[in-house]
């Protein structure tokens, strides 16, 4: 009987303990519930200055917007708008800076207006390759330059994508030499475009959803966009037959974030490194696609559409190279900051260029078979 008793009293003990956990288990599980319901969703807004789902841009901004909402577990939320959804293509910078939107997908030669020093973050005229400009960025001070550039604007800039090099454009006439450059009007925005001035071109800024109307009327005799992958899904082809290269005026154009530093700064510190690395993922989907996709629709629009394929005279080529160099010095001289972010820039290309003359030029002609 005692052994009963003792028995019981054990068994008693035992259910007692269970209780105590199960008591300590439920109200853990409350207090991670509770938790939980204490992480808010950050909404921000993205614009850009492309249509909407277009090829290689439109849709790099998509992704960039999933992947940071992915990476996030969706606690940094993005939509996108497309060109003209909220704001016009080419007032990006003004949203962003003002905080319409916390965040922008464009590139920086729209917005010489605000600085003309943003121009060398887009692209420079014979100027760096993607490889040699993200290698600026990155270990040759080109970001800190950029973020200095863009602080008073109260934006943060972010590298997210490259096009590598460019085609020189598409004409609805054969260019022959410097002169038939006269008088020729082309869409042609950042330095480019005031290179072409000084050859006596006349030259139009015009956002891409306005080129292909505009080159279809006779608004503009030419028009320089990206390269076969985004040119073929405008349909420029229909507009215009002479499609030249080389793009002398962007040899690797940069696609940028543009966030609101306000809003980047208000994220907690795990998320400021997911858009970062966001960033820095998107930079290099972009250049790797367009390295994929370029060749089979040129290949397109040379046989299936009759485009005449055609290599810009070597001495109108070396004309514009030395209205380049003046063109960037005068850009320079003008404005401390273009002064600073051009030396830096300049400096830099002459050393990268040494080492490429006996790596990627020397490597590239000895695989050549013509």
């Given at each position: 009987?005692?052994?009963?008793?003792v028995?019981?009293?054990?068994?008693?003990?035992?259910?007692?303990?269970?209780s105590?956990?199960?008591?300590?288990?439920?109200?853990?599980?409350?207090?991670?519930?509770?938790?939980?319901?204490?992480?808010?969703?950050?909404?921000?807004?993205?614009?850009?200055?492309?249509?909407?789902?277009?090829?290689?841009?439109?849709?790099?901004?998509?992704e960039?917007?999933?992947?940071?909402?992915?990476?996030?577990?969706?606690?940094?939320?993005?939509?996108?708008?497309?060109?003209?959804?909220?704001?016009p293509?080419?007032?990006?910078?003004?949203?962003?800076?003002?905080?319409?939107?916390?965040m922008?997908?464009s590139?920086?030669?729209?917005?010489?207006?605000?600085?003309?020093a943003?121009?060398?973050?887009?692209?420079?005229?014979?100027?760096?390759?993607?490889?040699?400009?993200?290698?600026?960025?990155?270990?040759?001070?080109?970001?800190?330059?950029?973020?200095?550039?863009?602080?008073?604007?109260?934006?943060?800039?972010?590298?997210?994508?490259?096009?590598?090099?460019?085609?020189?454009?598409?004409?609805?006439?054969?260019?022959?030499?410097?002169?038939?450059?006269?008088?020729?009007?082309?869409?042609?925005?950042?330095?480019?475009?005031?290179?072409?001035?000084?050859?006596?071109?006349?030259?139009?800024?015009?956002?891409?959803?306005e080129?292909?109307?505009?080159?279809?009327?006779?608004t503009?005799d030419?028009?320089?966009?990206?390269?076969?992958?985004?040119?073929?899904?405008?349909?420029?082809?229909?507009?215009?037959?002479?499609?030249?290269?080389?793009?002398?005026?962007?040899?690797?154009?940069?696609?940028?974030?543009?966030?609101?530093?306000?809003?980047?700064?208000?994220?907690?510190?795990?998320?400021?490194?997911?858009?970062?690395?966001?960033?820095?993922?998107?930079?290099?989907?972009?250049?790797?696609?367009?390295?994929?996709?370029n060749d089979?629709?040129l290949t397109?629009?040379?046989?299936?559409?009759?485009?005449?394929?055609?290599?810009?005279?070597?001495?109108?080529?070396?004309?514009?190279?030395?209205?380049?160099?003046?063109?960037?010095?005068?850009?320079?001289?003008?404005?401390?900051?273009?002064?600073?972010?051009?030396?830096?820039?300049?400096?830099?290309?002459?050393?990268?260029?040494?080492?490429?003359?006996?790596?990627?030029?020397?490597?590239?002609?000895?695989?050549?078979t013509?």
């Amino acid at each position: 009987m005692r052994n009963l008793m003792v028995l019981g009293k054990l068994a008693f003990a035992g259910l007692f303990a269970l209780s105590l956990v199960a008591c300590g288990g439920s109200e853990k599980a409350e207090e991670t519930a509770k938790v939980e319901k204490k992480v808010e969703t950050i909404h921000w807004k993205m614009v850009t200055t492309w249509p909407k789902n277009f090829p290689g841009l439109g849709t790099s901004a998509e992704e960039l917007a999933k992947n940071i909402t992915k990476m996030s577990n969706g606690r940094l939320d993005i939509k996108v708008y497309a060109a003209g959804e909220l704001v016009p293509a080419l007032e990006v910078f003004d949203a962003v800076s003002r905080g319409t939107a916390e965040m922008g997908h464009s590139t920086a030669y729209y917005w010489k207006g605000k600085a003309p020093a943003v121009q060398f973050f887009s692209s420079v005229p014979f100027g760096m390759t993607a490889q040699e400009f993200n290698a600026w960025l990155e270990y040759g001070g080109g970001l800190k330059l950029w973020e200095e550039v863009y602080a008073p604007f109260n934006i943060i800039p972010m590298a997210v994508g490259n096009t590598g090099a460019q085609m020189g454009g598409w004409f609805n006439k054969e260019i022959n030499s410097l002169a038939d450059f006269q008088g020729l009007k082309m869409r042609m925005p950042g330095l480019g475009g005031e290179v072409l001035k000084k050859v006596g071109a006349v030259t139009v800024n015009l956002p891409g959803s306005e080129i292909f109307t505009a080159l279809q009327t006779g608004t503009i005799d030419a028009t320089e966009w990206v390269g076969p992958y985004n040119d073929l899904a405008f349909g420029l082809y229909k507009a215009a037959k002479y499609y030249y290269y080389p793009g002398w005026q962007e040899p690797g154009s940069a696609v940028e974030a543009l966030i609101n530093k306000d809003a980047f700064n208000a994220l907690p510190a795990d998320l400021q490194d997911i858009v970062r690395s966001a960033a820095q993922q998107a930079n290099l989907n972009m250049l790797s696609e367009f390295t994929a996709r370029n060749d089979a629709a040129l290949t397109t629009l040379v046989n299936d559409h009759n485009v005449i394929l055609k290599k810009f005279p070597k001495d109108l080529l070396e004309a514009l190279r030395v209205a380049s160099d003046e063109t960037l010095k005068e850009v320079a001289a003008n404005d401390p900051m273009s002064q600073k972010v051009y030396d830096s820039f300049s400096g830099f290309l002459n050393s990268v260029s040494q080492w490429h003359d006996i790596s990627e030029r020397a490597f590239i002609n000895a695989r050549a078979t013509d």
